[in-house]
């Protein structure tokens, strides 16, 4: 059984940087692609960003692109999640996922979740 742990969410004011971490156990983590996904109050989840076993290819979302930066380390079996620029609509809980197909996992893709960590951007 996978278990992701997230960490690393807060308080930032818009315009800052955070960076999200998720610690991977339980299986080998060079055999899942990885993901952040998040989930405003009211909205559905959504993709954010994918990157691939190896770390070469990576995905974003169309409102991330350019200010966020997914990256993993294999022998630390972590991926994170670097966000710059913050705005106040990236105000969501953001979730780590797994899952053994894809980077660009859909929601119903994911073979398992981390628990979330919340993000708020103040204005």
């Known amino acids: 059984q996978v278990q992701l742990v997230e960490s690393g969410g807060g308080l930032v004011q818009a315009g800052g940087s955070l960076r999200l971490s998720c610690a991977f156990s339980g299986r080998t983590f060079t055999t899942y692609t990885m993901a952040w996904f998040r989930q405003a109050p009211g909205k559905e989840r959504e993709f954010v960003a994918g990157i691939s076993r190896g770390g070469a290819s990576k995905y974003y979302a169309d409102a991330v692109k350019g200010r966020f930066t997914i990256s993993r380390d294999n022998a630390k079996t972590t991926v994170y999640l670097q966000m710059n620029s913050l705005k106040p609509e990236d105000t969501a809980v953001y979730y780590c996922?797994?899952?053994?197909?894809?980077?660009?996992?859909?929601?119903?893709?994911?073979?398992?979740w981390g628990q979330g960590t919340q993000v708020t951007v103040s204005s």
């Open positions: 996922a797994a899952d053994l197909t894809t980077p660009t996992m859909t929601v119903s893709d994911v073979d398992y």
